[in-house]
């Protein structure tokens, strides 16, 4: 259960590309230039889990208007699953991984 000071939404991807993960699995989002701590205003926390969905936790003070789909499935569009799969390729340490094994998202 997501603590008072989260929102947390399972995100589902329709899209043909799969959702990466890497051996960072838990990315973090942050909004505008307030940080990426975990702490830090309007944070989101992006955890893969697996290729068609994601777990996204939200500052909730910040991202207050978001309460209404609070623990609800939201889609993702093709824009989304490329951005989510950019941090996971961002944050990783060494490694990126897909179940399609399709990476040309990083040639871009």
Sequence with gaps: MASEGTRSI?????????LWTSDNPIAIKQHEDFGTGLASHGVQVVYPISSKHLLIM??????NKLKSYDRMSIPLSENDVKL?????????????????KNFELLLT
């Excluded at 939200?58 to 991202?63: A, D, I, L, T, Y």
């Design 84 to 100: 989510y799969n950019k941090l996971q390729a961002n944050q990783c340490y060494r490694q990126t991984y897909s179940s399609d």
């Design 58 to 63: 939200f500052e909730s003070n910040f991202w």
């Design 10 to 18: 399972r995100a589902d991807c329709l899209t043909s590309i799969s």
